[in-house]
């Protein structure tokens, strides 16, 4: 992700007085304000990056007004694109969260006007002075935040970048089909969820979750960019229930509707709980793409244990994740694929982290050669109201207790990576006694795997291996070298997993090209801003090239975990 700005209402109409968003919203149908704002959604989903792209968006939709109208519209943005490049900023059109925003306005201020069956001309010009004002809401907001950290702007730029990182990043689809067909295969195995499945699955009239996870993808693959709604086939009316279950519910004006929302919600639950409307008929619209595929894992976790009796039998949400942490997330998926990223060999050790409960040696340790690779796998959430805090030391702190120590001072992440290497130095494990080869230097490598997309956001890898380095100071660890601190998400250890037993790259070279890497863009004295924020991007970024998902791997583990052949 990189720093963008993006146009307001001053910038596109000088001389014109703002109007008031509350007023603006009053006078025009909510259907129909926030079927455009989805529109646009459905739209900008996979041009959020691509300027060229978004400014043919904007281009025809500023067609529907009359020439002069359109024409000067055009101009004063061409003038904001200059001013802006100028000074070496990157431009967005349109942002995620600024539509987010305007969408959660829309549903605060509903109202009962009859939507007509196609916006007209007045309705789109309303949208467009909504959206320039939320735009400039969002941009005074940001400005206001980052006032007590002008002086520096790594931390501008990772409070800007935490409260807009998983509304703009677009969801890989691929992973979470993965994620979801492991989640649901373990509730069908689990003695005590599986009752519990077939309860979910009866709620939503569905025989099988292979039906819910097809239904889903062949929604997301099959529209993206392409149509807006969506219409069920005479052959799948039966999946009718499943997708009114994640529709938004019918508000009405009335303040005392309990559907209707009475504050702005950083976190968008409306929408992440239904992130469909019903336009009839069998005929849906998506309203924000990246929460309608949460809807296959992280969505359905949730609406697993909101939606049936399993919430009696576990207690709160937060206990039933703190089980799925360990008996799933980490050895249903973790394991499976970090010891997919190395080739199968006799002289290679892995070691799950279950395995020896006596030692401390993290939550999974390889060694090929001279070269170890402990990993600390990290199924942890930074709450919405830490990344909308616009607050860096809020931020920072949270990041501190989720990576290097809680709050009642037990070691995490790094803090427990230091301490094993400390051990492992001295005397190695029981396990691997590499004594025995004869090294005279070990190449020792820490890793990170995250499940939240947050920790993707640029600089967070800077705070917490800033803490390792730290930790390692006057430590005596001889001729061994002690590499960097890396985090990967665990979306990222997939992608490498699946592209190494497609073209056969080793994960250690992998992972020294990255730190080279970032030590090239660390050298490298800053002229400008964007100079700053490319020495401050992480893994997912600096290794986009190393990431990508095009293996027949990959597409016969999606369509076996889909089960198309039962389609």
Known sequence: MSFAVFPTFKEI????????????????????????????????????????????IFFRWIGVFDIGTRQNIWSNYLKFKE????????????????????????MISYNSIEPC???????????????????????????????PTAHNLFETILISQASQHEFVERKDIFTQILFSGSFFDYLSENLTYEPFLKEFLANKKLQSHHQYLRALAEVYIKDIGQDFSFTLTPDNQFLASLFDSFTLPTLAADPMNPNHPKMPDQDFKTFRTFPLVNLGEGTYYILHHNFFVDKLYQGAIFDFY???????????????????GSSFAESKIFYTHVARCFRQDR????????????????????????????????????????????????????????????????PKGVTQLCNVIKNLVAKPFPFDNFLSKKFSRLNIYPILVCTDDFFNVDGVEKIVNDEFQRQLLNQDFGKHKINPAVIIHINDLISLQLNRISSKKNFQHVIDLYNERKAKRRKRSPQKFQDILLQQQGFKTIMSDHLRNQSDNLINQVADTLKLNES
């Open 306 to 324: 909101k939606q049936t009796s399993v919430c009696d039998k576990v207690g709160s949400f937060a206990s039933f994740l703190r089980q799925l």
């Open 117 to 147: 069956l196609e916006a007209t001309t007045e309705e789109e010009m309303i949208f467009v002075h909504a959206w320039l004002i939320s735009n400039s809401e969002l941009g005074d907001q940001i400005q206001k935040s980052a006032r």
């Open 347 to 410: 002289h290679i050790v892995k070691v799950t982290g279950d395995q020896y409960n006596t030692l401390e040696y993290t939550d999974y340790y390889v060694r090929e050669g001279k070269s170890i690779f402990l990993f600390e796998f990290k199924n942890v959430l930074i709450s919405s109201a830490v990344k909308q805090s616009m607050n860096y030391k809020t931020i920072e702190q949270e990041i501190f207790k989720k990576l290097v120590r809680n709050e009642k001072g037990k």
């Open 13 to 56: 109409f000088p001389g014109i007085e703002q109007p008031s968003l509350e007023e603006i919203l009053l006078t025009t149908s909510s259907s129909t304000l926030l079927k455009i704002a989805a529109f646009l959604n459905s739209r900008i989903h996979i041009t959020q990056l691509d300027i060229k792209e978004q400014e043919t």
């Open 83 to 106: 001013r802006n490049e100028a000074r070496g900023s990157r431009i967005c059109l349109f942002n995620s969260i600024a539509l987010l925003r305007l969408m959660d306005r829309i």
